[in-house]
């Protein structure tokens, strides 16, 4: 039966690519799983692949593509869901598209990136041997929740996870590191000065365990620092690594993602210069820090998805002069655009020349004339501002973009010609 | 002229860019030349600190928020409704506006006492009825100095809020849920008092409303008529614009 699912999978696959109709990466599992919902269960359960499964609201694809670059790297085989399909008909079609003609899969690791309401589901699926959990901000309310319901669902999914499971946990977030209480842990974060007070956008700034004030020391970004809580013990964990040997990407966000990926191949026993080589040989994913040449003309596509992202994709473009902003409000996006206000665009936006475009592009307009930037030029067709931002900028120089994420599908199709699969 | 503006738990009750309605008003007071400065109302805040506002603002949160602020509304409701009945203009969104309400029966019945402020009750009718989630169009029943459009904005509540008789709705519902989805009102207005379910946030996409809220915070305050001068609102009309097409109506 999984054979014939397969090879149907497949075909399809194949026919969705040839008529360029998009949603390659999710249709094959999504009929898989309609005439057996158990695909992903018995396929998992007759593969010998270590399991390393990746969740939180910022920085899953970063983390997972870091951890495949480093076994790739040292030989290993690896296979891995498409960044965005990360529902269980994305991780059902990763199955379908990387199993032998035997319908066997026999690779060394899967990777498996899932969005925060579906790490439960999953957890019901198969049990990896690595979790990693990133962090959790306000993303997408229409969707997801409340990031305190979110942490509730993990919490309960986790409980029933076996002792063979290794948590790997942010220890600077506090609703993550508290998943790890009760169980051994890994737990990466940094060891360095941070800011003194968390910004009014934090999120989790209440203790999981007993509801009372955190008090932070160090806040490196939101609500990501070392904190204790006012009233019981819980403070942040101790920390089993807090320096990468290399960082290929820049931001202090993706320190952590770089921590995350580092932890995880040190625990499967990866030699510190092992490891070294596969970050070294890092090409960023799609949209996140990619860099694109266009008429000779560098192009870097900063993914930013809600506050967070994009308070620390304006924080890492300090240097930038020529900055276009994309906000569109699809499924993908979340349909509420309120998130911009809660963007610190007073202080973060520097002297650029900025250019908005997108489905919202004049709520952007409204929220920058709010900051007082006045002279921004709304483009609302996306292919035309692109060209118009690549004109102003200047030879040599950069063009920087931000988008949501259907928003980076659209600008990564204008500038290489190609939908991603 | 001055303006204080008082923004109820900033730090407990900001989740969906509410604070976006706080730098409208101040900075399209700021913009006219009225000194508006902002007071935060953090929990465990004086009595005699909201007594100086002359605008009140609260905007929604999460449940553990919630649950937080509630515990010390409690010992705040007497001053509130003195100053709400007295007249004192305020904008109460979400979360907010619940709790101005006699109560909030949960997803599992158990019953959350509210302020009792205004005459509304919400219920929420459990997991199998779905969140009131999109974008929103209605019709408010008030007149600004330049006139009033159609107010836009986001929903996103599992609550149901039901109007008693001694409130009267913001307006009618030309497109989305609303209050309850059933009714066709949205929001409640009492004395200067407005409640909404619109995120959005709401004030910078309905410039006339924010203003409406300025003048009427202005007048009784000075006790004499007031005159705003306009502002450009070009960007502002044409992101409603984007949204009512969206939702197929002509604005």
């Not at chain 1, 066997?104 to 579906?118: M, S």
Request: charged fraction near 25%.
């Amino acid at each position: 039966m999984n054979l014939i699912l397969i090879y149907l999978g497949k075909i399809l696959s194949k026919l969705i690519n040839l008529l360029s109709l998009g949603s390659g990466a999710t249709w094959p599992g999504h009929i898989a799983l309609n005439l057996n919902p158990n695909f992903i269960k018995e396929n998992i359960r007759n593969s010998k692949a270590k399991i390393i499964l990746v969740a939180g609201t910022n920085g899953k694809t970063t983390t997972s593509s870091l951890i495949q670059s480093i076994l790739l790297e040292n030989g290993k085989t690896v296979f891995r869901n498409t960044s965005g399909a990360n529902l269980l008909n994305g991780i059902a079609s990763s199955i379908v598209l990387n199993s032998n003609v035997l319908g066997k899969l026999d690779h060394d690791y899967a990777i498996f990136e899932v969005d925060e309401n579906t790490l439960p589901l999953t957890l019901k699926e198969f049990t990896p041997d690595y979790l990693v959990l990133l962090n959790l901000f306000r993303d997408q309310l229409d969707r997801y929740g409340e990031i305190n319901t979110i942490s509730l669902k993990w919490k309960n999914a986790i409980s029933s996870l076996p002792k063979s499971t290794k948590l790997v946990l942010n220890a600077n977030d506090p609703q993550i590191a508290f998943l790890g209480v009760e169980r051994n842990s890994l737990y990466f974060g940094l060891n360095e000065k941070g800011a003194k007070s968390i910004p009014s956008s934090a999120d989790s700034v209440f203790c999981p365990n007993c509801n009372s004030a955190l008090n932070f020391s160090d806040v490196y970004f939101s609500h990501i620092g070392k904190f204790k809580c006012s009233k019981c013990s819980y403070k942040t964990p101790q920390l089993n690594i807090s320096e990468a040997p290399y960082y290929p990407v820049t931001g202090s966000y993706n320190k952590f993602n770089i921590l995350a990926a580092v932890l995880v191949s040190q625990d499967l026993g990866f030699s510190e210069q092992e490891i070294k080589n596969g970050l070294v040989n890092f090409k960023p994913a799609f949209g996140r820090q990619e860099e694109i040449l266009k008429n000779g003309k560098k192009v870097k596509i900063f993914l930013s998805k809600n506050p967070t992202s994009l308070n620390e994709s304006l924080r890492t473009i300090r240097n930038a002069k020529t900055l276009l902003l994309v906000l569109n409000d699809r499924i993908p996006d979340g349909r509420d655009v309120s998130w911009i206000w809660d963007v610190d665009f007073e202080n973060l936006l520097k002297s650029y020349k900025v250019i908005i475009s997108g489905d919202r592009a004049y709520d952007l307009g409204i929220r920058l004339k709010y900051a007082d930037f006045n002279k921004v030029r709304v483009i609302e067709s996306l292919s035309n501002a692109v060209r118009f931002a690549l004109r102003e900028t200047k030879e040599k120089e950069t063009l920087h973009i931000l988008p949501t994420y259907s928003a980076m599908l659209e600008v990564r199709k204008i500038l290489t010609g190609r939908k991603i699969q | 002229m001055k303006l204080v503006i008082g923004w109820l738990y900033p730090q407990l009750m900001s989740t969906y860019g509410d604070r976006g309605n706080i730098i409208t008003l101040q900075k399209r007071c700021w913009w006219r030349g009225i000194d508006a400065q902002v007071l935060s109302l953090d929990v465990g805040f004086k009595e005699s600190e909201i007594e100086k506002c002359d605008l009140l603002f609260m905007g929604g949160a999460q449940d553990t928020q919630q649950k937080i602020v509630s515990e010390d509304l409690k010992n705040k409701s007497k001053v509130l409704l003195k100053l709400i009945s007295a007249g004192l203009p305020g904008l109460y969104i979400c979360g907010a506006y619940q709790f101005l309400g006699n109560y909030y029966k949960e997803a599992d019945e158990t019953k959350i006492q509210g302020l009792g402020i205004l005459d509304l009750y919400t219920e929420n009718p459990g997991l199998k009825h779905p969140r009131l989630i999109g974008n929103i169009i209605f019709d408010p029943k008030i007149q600004g100095e330049f006139g009033m459009q159609k107010i836009i904005g986001f929903e996103n509540h599992g609550g149901r809020t039901y109007l008693g008789k001694n409130v009267k709705p913001f307006g009618f519902v030309i497109k989305g849920f609303g209050n309850n989805g059933e009714d066709e009102t949205e929001g409640a207005i009492y004395k200067n008092t407005f409640g909404s379910y619109l995120h959005g946030p709401i004030l910078p996409k309905n410039p006339e409303f924010a203003d409406y809220l300025i003048k009427a915070s202005l007048e009784r305050k000075y006790n004499k008529k007031i005159k705003l001068k306009k502002i450009d609102g070009e960007m502002e009309q044409k992101a409603r614009k984007t949204v009512a097409k969206g939702l197929n109506i002509d604005l």
